[in-house]
């Protein structure tokens, strides 16, 4: 059982739909993250997100949305989707104090999303 | 910024051979490592990290790792591995101050013949 819990698991929408996938960490973890992985790429984080506020944006497209109501919830909003966004999206936390110890990332299982 | 290579993209072991991943980071001062696994359809999960101190680091499953300065060098490794070892491995480097996020390698998939 994972610390950090993902879902919906699988998901399957349309290019016009508006959906969203949930995070919840369990850890007590200060710092939530988006990681994106396809097929034959290397993992790319999207968003991070420490104390509730953004500190990284790595230049996502704005159909990609985020949002950290508080410190244990991290949602991502998609909206009108491209096929090449279909891929598995991780969420993931650690402490984010600073700390070496709290540098230590924790993935969730992901949510495979593909887009039709 | 630093930066990490798994020069490996698949590594083939038969059922109870050793193995060795390899991993090679670049960064200017000490940074701290991880080895992650993803097995197939899941998140990843932490395998074990090296921040400081004894170069010999233990994980869980029965792997290990051995941080050589000299080399740049976190490969990781296994005396006898299992089938249920295949999955994909991937190694991470972090500064050890400032920006906290760590970078990762592109994976390594690990094949176990019976």
């Known amino acids: 059982e994972t610390g950090v819990t993902q879902t919906p698991r699988h998901l399957v929408m349309g290019m016009t739909n508006k959906k969203s996938l949930k995070c919840e960490q369990h850890l007590g973890h200060n710092a939530m993250y988006w990681y994106k992985q396809s097929a034959k790429k290397p993992l790319e984080l999207m968003f991070v997100y420490n104390f509730k506020e953004q500190t990284e944006n790595n230049s996502v497209p704005s159909r990609f949305s985020p949002e950290c109501p508080n410190s244990s919830h991290l949602f991502l909003h998609l909206h009108t989707l491209q096929p090449e966004d279909s891929a598995l999206y991780l969420c993931a936390s650690s402490q984010g104090d600073g700390s070496l110890s709290g540098n230590t990332i924790y993935f969730g299982e992901g949510s495979w999303l593909t887009v039709v | 910024a630093q930066s990490v290579t798994q020069p490996d993209i698949h590594i083939t072991v038969s059922e109870g051979a050793s193995l060795e991943l390899r991993c090679n980071y670049s960064?200017?001062?000490?940074?701290?490592l991880f080895w992650y696994v993803q097995s197939p359809g899941q998140g990843l999960q932490l395998l074990l990290k090296y921040f400081s101190g004894d170069t010999l680091v233990q994980g869980i499953k029965g792997f290990e790792a051995e941080f050589k300065r000299s080399q740049s060098s976190f490969n990781l490794r296994k005396p006898s591995v299992h089938w249920s070892d295949a999955a994909e491995y991937f190694c991470?480097?972090?500064?050890?101050?400032?920006?906290?996020?760590?970078?990762f390698g592109r994976g390594t998939s690990l094949i176990v013949h019976p």
């Open positions: 991470a480097v972090g500064p050890s101050g400032g920006s906290y996020i760590p970078t």
């Open positions: 960064y200017g001062a000490t940074p701290y």
